[in-house]
């Protein structure tokens, strides 16, 4: 057997879907009206609010001039579907799922992530059926009723917290991203990818979660004065832990007990897990069962092993927390084409785990020329924040980049000087500028600048 399995990646998407123009009549006539801000086509990032469809010489954005009466739509003929318990998306919509990737099938059983469709979403908040997801032993099947969370070790008053106890502490609701600290690991492959925005940076999402401070449930149990670090374990059975220091547990850890408003799902971490905002996914240890205070880390496999940065030099970070700043276009997006030249939208995600991001540029001609992108509000600290930009294609071929800066002034790297901080086989903690490179058939694929 190969001694070291190649991953089976998942396979591309057959269909592939098209981005359309915000075609219009009158349009190319209101385009010589429209301000370019930089090269390529981007316009002013206020070109679409208000006053765009309403620019001298009519630009409007219906894909046809309406002809003759309306017709009633069969549809609308007899009555509909009743109501149901758990509402479902339209069927129309099962095209847009997850898409699994079982890296070592039969050699590591459970091992496993699934990508989060980016670009087929829009706004900041991922669906809970659309949250990306990384296991490393499976998702446990736990009974609520038995599962209880143990808080011991270097404490005052071992305590243990059913999750009945928990649900009637008061909670804290916070919308925040979580992104795996291998996310975006094709960006540090020697070759650009040929796969999906989704499938190169779809392990980051955005939820509105609600839960129990932990700092909450630490004052109840009384840390001693030995306790700097807890050591925080999941009931699945990889038994994934990890080290976080007590200084982050007593600012701003959560029990997340809520995702989007209904209790969280099992892929999640259900009945509760840990959430540290703005740091690597790995340490918002699901299916919490234990958090053991100790006087320091205790370097397990996903601290040491996995996760841990080798730089350059021949050194290697002890632990890297806080996640980069970061952004990436999802429309248009590889694996989002383009459908004729014209007028786009072109959107994206941005995030920080340091704060909020400040300001997203956007360039369409490779990085020769940079316009500032409207920034959706609110934009929340340790959340993704939707930008935009309009964009005339005039079809040819096009490289788009966007850098965002967030409000400690730290900016997205580009490729080149992520890759020069780092031993050549690093992968983790990954936020270089991703180019996406417009070929004029409306192709939209991953390149290097
Ligand atoms: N107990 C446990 N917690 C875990 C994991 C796991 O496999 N087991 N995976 C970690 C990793 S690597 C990441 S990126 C996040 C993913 O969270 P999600 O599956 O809810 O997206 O959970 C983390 N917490
Ligand atoms: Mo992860």
Request: aromatic share 4%; proline share 7%; net charge positive.
């Given at each position: 057997m190969d001694p070291c399995p190649r991953p089976a990646w998942p396979t591309l998407l057959t269909q592939r879907p098209?981005?359309?123009p915000s075609d219009a009549v009158g349009y190319h006539a209101a385009m010589r009206d429209l301000t370019a801000?930089?090269?390529?086509?981007?316009?002013h990032r206020r070109a679409f609010l208000g006053g765009a469809l309403a620019i001298p010489g009519g630009l409007v954005l219906g894909s046809a001039a309406l002809a003759g009466p309306l017709v009633d739509p069969v549809w609308s003929h007899r009555p509909g579907a009743l109501p149901r318990g758990y509402g479902m998306p339209s069927p129309a919509e099962g095209h847009v799922a997850r898409i699994p990737f079982t890296p070592f099938p039969g050699i590591a059983p459970g091992a496993a992530a699934s990508f989060s469709p980016l670009s087929r979403l829009r706004g900041r908040i991922t669906p809970n059926g659309l949250h990306f997801e990384r296991h490393h032993s499976g998702v446990p099947a736990i009974d609520p009723g038995k599962h209880v969370l143990a808080i011991h070790g270097r404490v005052k008053r071992p305590l243990s917290f059913r999750v009945e106890d928990l649900l009637r502490y008061p909670t804290v609701t916070r919308q925040?991203?979580?992104?795996?600290?291998g996310n975006s690991l094709l960006q540090a492959a020697p070759e650009p990818s040929e796969k999906p925005c989704a499938v190169i940076h779809g392990l980051v999402s955005c939820s509105e979660w609600t839960g129990v401070p932990l700092s909450v449930l630490l004052d109840e149990v009384g840390p001693t004065e030995e306790a700097h670090w807890a050591i925080a374990e999941g009931a699945d059975a990889a038994r994934m832990n990890r080290s976080?220091?007590?200084?982050?547990l007593f600012d701003d850890a959560l029990i997340a007990l809520y995702q989007n408003g209904e209790r969280l799902r099992p892929e999640q971490g259900y009945p509760l897990r840990l959430l540290l905002p703005g740091w690597e996914g790995n340490t918002s240890v699901k299916w919490l069962r234990r958090l053991e205070l100790a006087p320091g880390p205790v370097h397990s496999r996903e601290e040491t092993a996995r996760y841990s940065d080798r730089l350059a030099d021949g050194k290697a970070l002890q632990f890297t927390f806080e996640m980069g700043v970061k952004s990436v276009i999802t429309h248009p997006s590889a694996g989002l084409d383009l459908s004729g030249s014209g007028l786009y939208e072109l959107s994206g995600i941005c995030w920080s785990g340091a704060g909020r991001v400040r300001?997203?540029?956007v360039s369409a001609d490779g990085g020769a020329s940079w316009a500032d992108a409207e920034l959706e509000a609110p934009v929340l600290s340790r959340c993704l924040a939707r930008f935009r930009i309009p964009w005339h294609w005039q079809g040819g071929p096009a490289l788009l980049l966007s850098r965002a800066t967030d409000e400690t002034?730290?900016?997205?790297?580009s490729r080149d000087v992520w890759l020069e901080r780092y031993a050549p086989a690093q992968i983790y903690h990954c936020n270089a500028i991703q180019a996406w490179q417009v070929e004029p058939s409306g192709r939209v694929r991953a390149a290097f600048t």
């Open positions: 098209r981005l359309k801000v930089a090269g390529g086509g981007l316009l925040l991203f979580l992104e795996c600290a976080v220091p007590m200084e982050k300001r997203v540029e002034g730290a900016t997205q790297p």
